[in-house]
């Protein structure tokens, strides 16, 4: 991956470019960054920046055959280590699930492991680290670089690694070796052994700035208006995973049909609510959950208007209108309920609850709600 194909972090790159002219490339790197952001095709883009034959002061040259093969992530000297699922006489270790994490990395760079799991098809079993990975890790360490140059080993999510894969990795980066560099990518740093932590230069990638996000969005959209872009850029705070898979769930058409639905709560008129139910129910469980979430969403901008805290109210155009009109009408009782109750509903979601009956319940709970504050 060339630097040019990663969206935003102008300063992150040209900084992690110029250590690299200026020969600090310190062996084990781990950049650490929230989900969406980036994390991944920045290392991808630092390790074809190492292994290009001629690399100019913004970029790799991505053209060279180092390049070329890189791109694809099937340069020789580029191991690729993540999580994989423990499976009955399957070996434990990246190799044999190579190609499908590179699939799965070629289609989307910013990969997250909902994505990977997804392509594993592998429903809800866990992927895991364990020792298998850390021998690959140390077996691959052993050969020798194929071009005669760097060897690059990216870990993705190391966060994942047993305490007994960990031990063995720490050791590896114990000793460092020369022309060798590990470059992490982890979205919780948290989880991860302090002693690793600390063998580990960090490389702190934030999340997106909304302007980024958006102007992706539109390019990926040209339907969407500058507007409706920027006001999901703004509620994915900077996750560009999260952008794409708002504008697919149809960001208009949820703003609308919570706001109605939000009113005929509020005015307690039962059979338009009955109406929305029915329409709850025609919605994939997917788009019911997103809406309960959209609602959280609007529901918490509310809560910063009702507050006075104008300045982290997020919301742009139409959204922002409804904002400002219905703050008022809420105390800080019925807003936390309303949380309360949404958040619940999701939950209730989740477990596959009845989806009429779910939502006509929650209808009947808001008009409580509202008959109370008013
Ligand atoms: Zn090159």
């Known amino acids: 991956m ?25 062996h084990a790197q781990l950049f650490i960054g929230p989900r969406g952001s980036g994390g991944l095709p920045l290392a991808l883009a630092y390790a074809q920046y190492l292994l290009c034959q001629a ?17 694809k992530l099937e340069h020789p000297d580029l191991h690729l280590i993540f999580p994989i699922y423990f499976e009955d006489k399957k070996p434990r270790t990246c190799d044999h699930l190579t190609p499908a994490w590179r699939a799965a990395v070629l289609s989307e760079p910013y990969l997250d492991l909902d994505r990977w799991r997804d392509h594993l098809s592998g429903g809800n079993k866990q992927l895991r680290m364990g020792v298998g990975i850390a021998q690959e890790i140390q077996s691959r360490l052993s050969m020798k ?9 990216v870990v993705w999510q190391p966060e994942l690694m047993d305490v007994q894969a960990a031990n063995k990795l720490l050791k590896v980066l114990e000793e460092p070796m020369p022309n060798t560099v590990f470059l992490m990518v982890c979205n919780e740093p948290d989880q ?19 302007g ?5 969005l539109r390019v990926e959209n040209p339907e969407l ?6 006001s999901i850029a703004l509620r994915s705070e900077g996750d560009l995973l999260e952008a794409r898979s708002l504008v697919q769930q149809g960001e208009e058409e949820l703003f609308v049909f919570f706001r109605d639905w939000l009113r005929a709560c509020y005015t307690g008129a039962v059979p338009t609510a009955a109406a929305f139910s029915e329409g709850f129910h025609g919605m994939s469980r997917d788009k019911q ?32 209108e409804f904002v400002e009109k219905f703050a008022p009408l809420l105390s800080l009782e019925s807003i936390s309920g309303l949380r309360v109750e949404l958040e619940t509903a999701h939950v209730h979601i989740e ?7 779910l939502f006509m319940d929650l209808s009947y709970r808001l008009m409580a709600l509202f008959k109370k504050a008013r």
């Open 351 to 357: 477990r596959n609850a009845h989806s009429k009956v």
């Open 192 to 210: 991860l052994l302090s002693t690793i932590l600390s063998r580990t230069q960090s490389v702190k990638v934030p999340a997106l700035k909304p």
């Open 212 to 216: 980024e996000v958006a102007e992706v």
């Open 289 to 320: 959950k997103a809406l309960m979430q959209y609602g959280l969403y609007i529901i918490r901008q509310c809560m910063f208007h009702w507050q006075g805290a104008h300045e982290l109210v997020r919301t742009v155009g139409q959204e922002h």
């Open 225 to 230: 208006s500058a507007e409706e872009a920027m």
């Open 55 to 71: 690399p100019d002061a913004a970029d790799a040259c991505g053209v060279c055959d180092d390049c070329r093969q890189a791109v």
């Open 145 to 153: 670089s194929f071009r005669g140059g760097y060897k690059v080993i």
């Open 2 to 26: 060339l630097f040019a194909s990663v969206i935003g972090h102008a300063t992150l790159k040209a900084k992690l470019i110029g250590n690299i002219r200026e020969g600090r490339v310190a």
